[in-house]
């Protein structure tokens, strides 16, 4: 009795993570990978994911732009080696992200270039010269 109890919660769990998991992930096109080039306005340092706001021109009417680029979590981020205070208002930056599929200035960030010519990488498996217990 306890294995099938077991078995439903499992199955629960399952059928509750997979909206979670499609709204973060199958909302962006991951077969492109797109530059953007602008300045930050913001970071949102928080769970479930944090997120970076920057200011960019559009290449085309040369309006400014507000984009929104989706991160991992903070303890994650971490990992990369991102700090709350690793970008701030004003800061000139190149982000790389998959961007939206429905066309709207949203993404999910790769990589950003930050002013003094570091890149910190967002996604993929954390770099081996990082400790998972490093701050």
Known sequence: ???KALGLAAIAAAA???PSLAQRYLNYDTTK???VTGSVVGLDWMN?????????????????EQWVFLMAPPTRSIQFGWKP?????????????HP?????????LMNVTLP????????GPVPRNRSRNRS
């Open 85 to 97: 205070n690793s970008l701030k208002p004003g800061d000139a930056v190149t982000v790389v992200m």
């Open 16 to 18: 509750f993570a997979t």
């Open 48 to 64: 479930p994911n944090s997120q970076l706001f920057v200011r960019a021109k559009d290449p085309a009417t040369g309006k400014d």
């Open 1 to 3: 009795m306890k294995l």
């Open 100 to 108: 939206a599929k429905d066309g709207s200035m949203r993404g999910q």
């Open 33 to 35: 990978s797109i530059p």
């Open 116 to 123: 003094d010519g570091r890149t910190l990488q967002a996604t």
